[in-house]
């Protein structure tokens, strides 16, 4: 379903996706709206030492600052790992308090996706159709790093557009 503003046009979008994996954090940032969207650019920047955790709380803050001041998204989508082990705490899951607080702070919605949401039916699609390839189909390939991770970032993303 199509937002629209005032005068009867579709409301535009900018949303931005994350997911963090193993001492990665990937961004994808589209435009548009879920029929229409347009990828503006994607990033995988690697962590710092994992094992020195309130380093790493810092570097993602200012890593999700700086992203936020410079994209400007009006909504947010990350993707969760459910049942972290000990260690994914520090590299996942903490950081995503960091990015709610900056939602938070920013008046910016944030929207967080369980594994078991990523299905078609987000995109109008059949349930079980295989979002990846949609992702290739849609988008084309934008190597370096256009992967299942990379994709994952792009689709919460796009789950928030209008």
């Known amino acids: 379903m ?3 503003d005032k005068r009867g046009y579709p409301h535009f ?3 931005i996706g994350f997911h963090l ?3 990665q954090l990937r961004y994808s940032v589209l435009e548009g709206t879920k029929i229409a969207p347009k990828l503006v650019t994607k990033d995988r ?14 570097w993602f ?3 999700f600052r700086e992203i936020l001041e410079q994209h400007k998204p009006e909504r947010i989508g990350y993707r969760l790992t459910l049942e972290p082990k000990k260690e994914q705490l520090f590299t996942s899951e903490f950081p995503y308090g960091i990015l709610n607080l900056l939602a938070h702070r920013n008046g910016l919605p944030i929207t967080a996706y369980s594994p078991q949401a990523f299905v078609g039916s987000k995109l109008a699609l059949a349930k079980k159709a295989d979002l990846q390839e949609h992702c290739d189909s849609v988008f084309g390939s934008h ?8 994709k994952y970032s792009l689709l919460v993303a796009w789950f928030e557009l209008p």
């Open 61 to 63: 803050d200012t890593q």
């Open 143 to 150: 190597p370096p790093y256009w992967d299942k991770n990379q």
């Open 21 to 23: 994996a193993k001492e």
């Open 45 to 58: 920047l690697v962590t710092i030492d994992p094992d020195d955790v309130p380093a790493l709380m810092d």
């Open 13 to 15: 979008m900018k949303t």
């Open 2 to 4: 199509v937002a629209f």
